[in-house]
């Protein structure tokens, strides 16, 4: 079993950054693969970035370049740091951590991009 809490979220202008941390607690949290999901109302939750056990990285089309997930296995946290942040990347930030058919979610944190 893990618990995710996420935190870092707020208001930001366009063109700004911000950085969203997930905090996991419980066993085992080196061996899952770490994801961030975006829920913006009225559109799908959609996967934002991701990093594997052994730390490779990927991004959704949207935010790369500008987005980089990192993970710290020592503290059991991994995190998103978002620059050059638009308004569409507006809504709230879900952690997500997957070992084959075990997934377990945060409850998130939101993040507006608004002048």
């Known amino acids: 079993q893990v618990q995710l809490v996420e935190s870092g979220g707020g208001l930001v202008q366009p063109g700004g950054s911000l950085r969203v941390s997930c905090a996991a607690s419980g066993s085992g949290f080196s061996i899952y693969a770490m994801g961030w999901y975006r829920q913006a109302p009225g559109k799908q939750r959609e996967l934002v970035a991701r990093?594997?056990?052994?730390?490779?990285?990927s991004y959704a089309d949207s935010v790369k370049g500008r987005f980089t997930i990192s993970r710290d296995n020592g503290k059991n946290t991994v995190s998103l740091q978002m620059n050059s942040l638009k308004v569409e990347d507006t809504g709230v930030y879900l952690c997500n951590a997957n070992y084959f058919a075990k997934n377990y979610w945060g409850k998130g944190t939101q993040v507006t991009v608004s002048s």
């Open positions: 990093i594997t056990s052994g730390g490779t990285t």
